[in-house]
């Protein structure tokens, strides 16, 4: 987690007031080191950020090449006019920019920020990718002038700077920014041009961020100038930028600084935190930590919200409710949960009994079940790789079933797995050489694309259990479905009988014969259950196809059974 460090003395200042020790600890518990602390104190209203052209009426201007798709595709900017730095305020304007690159930027690979001083400049900008030999400039704080080849040979030693050399060492082309007398701004993600390098005296700040992820170059944009407008003479105004770039229909003008317009649930807000606040009382907290709230007019559950453009964290409702739970203070919730005034329950839902779920009480119950049969109960990742979930299952990838990571760090997490059996066939593979035969069994969530909710995905809580031995040992998988099935009160039938026969709220299963790539032809079954005379397949076992087995290293027979739980619950 990202640390920051404070001035005492200073913090003190800009509160109006002298803590001691002990009320100062008091203070953080109940809220945290913040530049919305004055906010949350109520010392000030929250700021309204302004967008103000230049008294010319003309923005300055950055044209993006075409090019530069191939290395670094996005560009922000904006202008900081008439800013006063002070010592304290210039070393944490330059401490801001290190943590959002080590942090939301990920070490400059998806955002780099170059801060110039406007006056050494002229516009209009323009961002370009050319092969390095072309590239030609000082480096900040630097005496003589590299080329980008050379650059890279001279900070391959740093110890600060060489760890970005591979955003870009090896790329044809490298990005970078020139004034319109051709002076370079700077060479992203690696180092600024010393011409337009910032100091106590510059008054007026070109903000350039260059970027492969395009919302976390505008959030970190929002951020820099949110934070840095209040020193400018007319705080918090901002001066936008123009970008131009057609081909890739990203023109524009930056920062966006439109607080993003939300809603929150009055019962979602009072069922978490145990409370039975009014939506004026909630809309009361929520501007003390920089929010503009206020009741819907469409409805008495919902609050309106506007969220700043520093709160980038507010992601979803629950944020806001951690908010309302941070200005009552945590240490002041209930520790049951309260009932709501007669008046109330008209209008909003009671807040549930803590209990455990149902499906995790079916669970407890299962694994209770198949550990005192016998088998031993592992824990696996959810996570796997796209050939492990597919190709060695046999099964094709349709695209529209596994979640997929957009950037995984490693080819072993591409998906959330959609089967529990790439799991235990791994087990077993790592544990081989324990004596046989292996009996193993989870009960766990796997996942699956589902475009119809929210979330656009969904759980479901499944069974799987293998045998591992000399012998194919089928009829121990088939033993112990049976045992969970008569455990779940479901009854065996035929697959005549169970046909539209099943009893109100009465279970019954039956087998049937299934032609699968998983498992050898003639050895594999589908295990059908009706409830209620709504009948659905929920699971299969069999014995394991030769080339499964091949491509996780077994050399024996394996029989698995998996199936899904939660029609039970």
Known sequence: MPTISVDKAALFEALGHEYTTEEFDDLCFDY???????????????????????????????????ETARIRPYITGAVLRNIKFTKERYDSFIALQDKLHQNLARNRSLVAIGT??????????????LPPEKIDFVPLNQARSMTGDNLMKFYEKDKHLSRYLPIIRGSPVYPVIYDSKR????????????????????????????????????????IVVAMFSKYTEEPFTVEPVKIVSPHNHESRETPNLTPRETQAEVYFINDCCGLSLSPLEICSMLKRMSYAASPSRISKNIIDVRVPPTRADVLHQ???????????????????????????????RAPPEGKPLAINKLSDSVRLEVGMAGWTEVVTLILCSHDENFAWLNRKDDGNTAVRLANPKSAEYQVARTSLLPGLLKTIRENRHHSLPIHIFEV?????????????????????????????????????????????????????????????GGAEYWTSELDDPLFVPGHAAAIHVSIGGKERMVGIFGTLHPTVLQKFELKYPVSALEMNIEIFE
């Open 32 to 66: 945290g080191i913040s530049l919305a602390l004055r906010i949350f104190l109520e010392k000030q209203q929250s700021p309204g950020y302004s967008l103000i052209a230049p008294p010319n009426g003309e923005l300055q201007a950055i044209y993006v090449d075409e």
């Open 116 to 129: 110039h001083d406007l006056d050494t400049l002229q516009g209009p900008f323009s961002y370009e990718a």
């Open 183 to 222: 002076t370079v701004c700077s060479l992203p993600p690696i180092i600024n041009g010393n011409h337009s390098k910032i100091t106590l005296d510059t008054r007026n700040v070109f903000i350039e961020m260059t970027a492969t992820d395009k919302t976390k170059v505008e959030l970190c944009n929002n």
């Open 318 to 348: 629950a944020d806001i409710m951690e908010d309302v739970a941070i200005v009552y203070g945590y240490n002041k919730l209930p520790r049951n949960i309260q009932k709501l005034p007669s008046h109330m329950e008209k209008v909003y």
């Open 444 to 504: 766990s969530d796997v996942a699956f694309k589902d475009l119809s909710l929210e979330r656009k995905s969904r759980n479901e809580r499944h069974l799987a259990a293998m045998r591992y031995g000399r012998t194919g040992g089928l009829e121990a998988l088939h033993g112990l479905m049976d045992h969970v099935m008569s455990r779940l009160n479901a009854t065996f039938v035929t697959r005549e009988e169970g046909t539209g026969r099943s009893k109100k």
